[in-house]
């Protein structure tokens, strides 16, 4: 596996300003539109933020997954729904590097490390619940040496615009993953629209209407995807919600101090009234918090230690309740204004909301992390 190597830390401030300038004052917008335009695509590109981690030759700059955390919480802080997109990109591409044949690296990862082709992760069925992987709903059928794909996936973030898509279905051996082209015959893409949150995300529910595949759409043996390419994905999915959730604290924080050194109660800034206070202390702590988990979390996925999945299910726990704390603080501290549309913290309100489902739901991880206590007290 090619070594990483970890960027200085201009390459961040570059991103920071990115955001600053060109994503945070327009993401309120963009909520509006329910999508994120074509041009600041294109600036993602051209800053090399799809797949920064794959390794140089294959298009990447061999980044880290600390920095890479960094990466998505600046993104974060300016606008859930870009991160969401990146987040998918990640977790369809690294599935290519990691599980993909040479063929399937060849074909897809130069167009993924520059954009010309958005992945995203199709593992849902809309008649299941969303943390139930295990529900037979999409199937593929064997026939000859090819395959017939039959079902739906919901909630696919970046479904409208993504060019492959990674599609979980069932067959005869179990779990089987498959690369499919977006504009496959027998693909149709529905856009849902008037979601909670990251609404400029773009999803959509992908049907698939007896799509047939050649055999070089399988992701590895057929029957072998649950605990390989589906649990990689989703780790590095939830390693991304994690940090992206550090992003919707700290763009709470800044929202709550610029207003309240700003408005006055009383006499007084609202900055200096003690509850006020305390709310902001509270952000600035679980700021911290969050990404020191997550910093734990991408360290050892650099070292490629398992004991990274249990480190990632505890900062997404952690740093996704916190981010709803937060933003809810910000409203709370906003008043009325942080109910309407002309200050960030509604809009950060209903993704953290959404960061609290995503990946892993919270109650689906306190089950696990629990679960990790008991194992380790048992011995």
């Known amino acids: 596996m090619t070594a990483r190597t970890r960027p200085e830390a201009p390459e961040l401030v570059v991103v920071g300003r990115f955001v600053d300038d060109e994503v945070g004052p327009h993401a309120n917008a963009w909520e509006q539109a329910e999508e994120i335009p074509d041009d600041v695509r294109r600036r993602v590109a051209e800053l090399g933020l799809w797949a920064p981690f794959l390794p140089v030759e294959s298009g990447g700059a061999g980044m880290d997954m600390v920095t890479l955390g960094r990466v998505h919480e600046e993104v ?28 399937q690296r060849e074909r897809w ?25 295990t529900a037979a709903g999409t199937v593929a059928v064997a026939d000859h040496g090819s395959w017939t794909l039959t079902g739906r996936k919901k909630w696919i973030t970046g479904g409208r615009r993504a060019g492959l898509l990674l599609v979980f279905a069932h067959t005869a051996n179990g779990m089987t993953a498959f690369l499919v082209p977006a504009d496959h015959p027998g693909v149709r893409v529905t856009p849902v629209r008037h979601v909670l949150g990251t609404t400029a995300s773009m999803l959509a529910t992908i049907e698939f209407d007896d799509v047939r595949l050649d055999p070089d759409a399988l992701v590895g043996p057929p029957g072998w995807a649950a605990g390989t390419v589906m649990t990689g994905a989703l780790d590095l999915g939830r390693y991304s919600v994690a940090c992206g959730s550090v992003g919707i604290i700290r763009g709470a924080l800044a929202a709550s101090a610029a207003y309240t050194s700003a408005r006055s109660a009383g006499g007084g800034l609202l900055r200096d009234l003690p509850q006020i206070r305390a709310k902001i202390s509270d952000m600035v702590t679980a700021r911290d918090a969050a990404r020191l988990l997550c910093e734990k979390a991408g360290r050892l996925k650099d070292a490629g230690d398992p004991a990274t999945i249990m480190a990632t299910w505890v900062a997404k726990y952690f740093a996704s309740t916190a981010a709803a704390r937060a933003a809810s603080d910000a409203v709370q501290i906003h008043g009325a204004n942080g109910c309407g549309p002309d200050y960030p913290v509604a809009r950060l309100y209903r993704d953290a909301k959404v960061m609290e489902i995503i990946e892993g739901s919270t109650q689906i991880q306190e089950l696990t992390i629990a679960d990790e206590a008991y194992r380790e007290v048992s011995g």
Do not use: Q, Y
């Open 109 to 133: 990862l130069p167009a993924l490390a520059a954009g010309d082709t958005l992945g995203a992760f199709c593992l849902t069925d809309p008649d299941f619940s969303g943390s139930d992987a």
């Open 76 to 103: 974060g802080r300016g606008c859930s729904s870009l991160r969401s997109l990146l987040t998918v990109h990640t977790m369809v591409t690294a599935t290519v590097e990691r599980w993909g044949d040479d063929e």
